[in-house]
């Protein structure tokens, strides 16, 4: 269901919305297809043996397979249709999947495409939530507590977390950031808002009591926007010498509770957004080193992005031209 810019929600055309169900699977190949068209090889090391793969149809296998949910050798058979249609120049073998996948080299070309791919979306969202949330790998690790003088250790999950802001009529993602499970949230305001300022009218920008800071809300305020994040039970208005900002909003928070509320709520769209990553495109990393999972990561943003995309084009009629988009 899509949002009006004041939240309140509209009633779904349940024809278009069917429709873009029906013809998702066959609009993901095309618009990843038209994505991955000019991405640039990676450069072949002299006296390194054969030739790289086209880094645009690594990228395409890459991502379809995290979007089909299934392991590598029975993707195959979905791999060599997608050569038949003209995606592919060529069916690489299941392993160069994984391969590709721990290449470094792929974590800026996924965050470079979950940019361009909200880019049909820049018209219509101008309000954004901000939040995190935890992927678990299937790894374990020691864990030592100590309760009433006595030390128990146990195993524990290993997980990454994935940062992200998102439109709140679309849930599109303008921007991620990937950390391990110790960062905190807080570090990670500035550069989500910043990347999504860069291509964004940033109107309201909500997050949680976590990300509560004079800073924050200066940049926000800096970049056109006002951030609705909530006051905590300690915080003060403080002296002269505390930012303008901060006593405003400050203000704002304690004299007008409801019309700050009515604003702070479209937060739940980001929990809406990591809900529909994790429910169509799994919870849980397959990859097993670090570089691999966090490009795993990526892959999901950049699936769900264009699956809100699809749904865009049917439901309200986006248009939508990845190959002249990219050559700007």
């Not at 066959?26 to 390194?48: E, S, Y």
């Not at 924050?216 to 002296?239: E, H, T, Y």
Request: aromatic share 12%; proline share 3%; with cysteine.
């Amino acid at each position: 269901m899509l949002l009006a810019e004041n939240a309140e929600p509209v009633r779904t055309n349940w024809h278009y919305y069917n429709e873009a169900q029906v013809q998702e699977k066959h609009r993901f190949q095309q618009l990843l297809f038209d994505l991955c068209t000019n991405i640039n090889d990676i450069p072949r090391v002299p006296g390194a043996g054969r030739s790289r793969l086209p880094m645009s149809d690594m990228v395409f296998a890459v991502v379809y397979k995290i979007y089909e949910c299934v392991s590598g050798r029975r993707f195959m058979s979905d791999l060599r249709d997608a050569h038949l249609k003209g995606f592919l120049t060529r069916t690489p073998h299941f392993n160069s999947i994984f391969n590709y996948l721990e290449k470094d080299e792929m974590y800026e070309c996924l965050k470079e495409l979950i940019r361009l791919s909200a880019m049909p979306l820049k018209d219509i969202e101008v309000n954004f939530a901000v939040d995190s949330s935890g992927f678990s790998t299937g790894q374990f690790t020691r864990w030592m507590s100590m309760k009433w003088g006595k030390v128990t250790y146990d195993s524990r999950i290993k997980w990454l977390k994935c940062h992200l802001m998102c439109g709140v009529s679309t849930n599109i993602v303008t921007s991620v950031e990937i950390t391990d499970r110790f960062h905190a949230d807080h570090g990670q305001f500035e550069p989500l808002v910043e990347e999504t300022a860069r291509h964004f009218k940033l109107n309201n920008v909500t997050a949680d009591k976590a990300y509560l800071s004079a800073k924050n809300l200066r940049l926000v305020n800096d970049r056109g926007g006002m951030a609705f994040i909530p006051f905590k039970p300690n915080s003060k208005l403080g002296g002269a010498k505390r930012d303008p900002i901060w006593k405003n909003m400050y203000h704002y928070f304690h004299l007008h509770q409801d019309k700050f509320m009515q604003n702070y709520h479209k937060r739940s769209n980001v929990e809406s957004t990591f809900s529909m990553i994790k429910r169509k495109f799994g919870e849980r990393l397959r990859s097993k080193t670090e570089t691999a999972q966090v490009n795993e990561i990526l892959c999901k943003v950049l699936c769900h992005n264009i699956c809100c995309v699809i749904h865009a084009m049917y439901e309200i009629g986006v248009d939508v031209d990845f190959i002249a988009q990219c050559q700007i």
